[in-house]
Nanobody, 128 residues
């Protein structure tokens, strides 16, 4: 059964770092695009970053460039989201999602409806 599992969330102080992982089981990600979304209470789920597993083509939301980096390890069937210089407004549940074609983003137009498969999410809390 196709499954995505996020890990690496937690509580961190402002300015700190976290690395989230999204591990897939039941299928290989080689032909997929994997995305990260986040959602905080009262807000819509927003696209954070995405990567094409075949060639590593990557997208990061313009407001997060320089702080967030997405990477992949095809051998481990895993995608990572490195988050640095975290701010309280980065708090939320972070979800990974996958779709079985290559998605290229040339603007901040990443939507949940682009993806078919979802993980359960991992909580990130940035607080002093």
């Amino acid at each position: 059964q196709l499954q995505l599992v996020e890990s690496g969330g937690g509580v961190v102080q402002p300015g700190g770092s976290l690395r989230l992982s999204c591990a897939a089981s039941g299928f290989t990600l080689d032909d997929f695009t994997v995305g990260w979304f986040r959602q905080s209470p009262g807000k819509e789920r927003e696209g954070v970053s995405a990567i094409v597993m075949k060639d590593g083509g990557a997208y990061v939301h313009s407001s997060l460039k320089g702080r967030f980096t997405i990477s992949k390890d095809n051998a481990k069937n895993t995608v990572y989201l490195q988050m640095n210089s975290l701010k309280p407004e980065d708090t939320g549940v972070y979800y990974c999602a996958a779709v079985d074609w290559s998605l290229r983003y040339y603007s901040d137009s990443m939507y949940p409806s682009d993806y078919r498969h979802w993980g359960q999410g991992t909580q990130v809390t940035v607080s002093s």
